[in-house]
């Protein structure tokens, strides 16, 4: 494998980013001392000002304040999906802009257990019927979020 290019996002078991690379933590970082990094972000067609970053855009780079500073990514406790750049099964979405957490509506099948009476010389009875009901808000002591079995790993930037 050749030298990893600037800008390539890797993830690490690790607390700390490995030399040459930065944690993808939504930092702002000198112009000056990143200067590869921050020609990288110019030229990557992903970079927003620093509103759209703070507002729903933090998978993008941000111009940063002033003149002096730029934005990275914010990776932290995310997980990654790939841009759909025209394929039609995540339409509509612009890069690197976050996307809420859904549960999908869907429908389980379940056995009802209903009870009854006899009249004169019937006994009492217990049958099941079928019924379907269909899921909604997590119920109470439930998980906040829906998620996969994952391994949190440290996402960090080249530069």
């Not at 990143?34 to 110019?42: E, G, I």
């Not at 970053?53 to 998978?59: E, I, L, M, V, Y």
């Not at 025209?86 to 690197?96: A, F, N, Q």
Request: glycine share 14%.
């Amino acid at each position: 494998m050749g030298p990893v290019p600037v800008g390539a996002v890797m993830t690490f078991p690790a607390t700390v980013a490995p030399a040459g690379f930065v944690k993808a933590n939504g930092a702002l970082l000198s112009r000056a001392a990143f200067p590869a990094l921050w020609a990288y972000a110019n030229a990557s067609g992903n970079i927003v000002g620093e509103a759209s970053w703070a507002s729903g855009n933090a998978g993008a780079f941000s111009r940063g304040g002033l003149s002096t500073t730029f934005r990275i990514p914010d990776g932290r406790g995310e997980f990654i999906r790939g841009f759909d750049d025209g394929r039609g099964v995540d339409g509509g979405r612009v890069l690197s802009a976050n996307q809420a957490d859904t549960l999908k509506d869907h429908a389980h099948p379940y056995n009802s257990p209903a009870f009854g009476s006899g009249t004169g010389t019937t006994p009492n009875y217990f049958y099941s019927s079928f019924a379907s009901a269909t899921t909604g808000s997590p119920s109470p002591g439930a998980a906040s979020e829906t998620r996969p079995r994952n391994i949190p790993l440290l996402a960090c930037i080249k530069f």
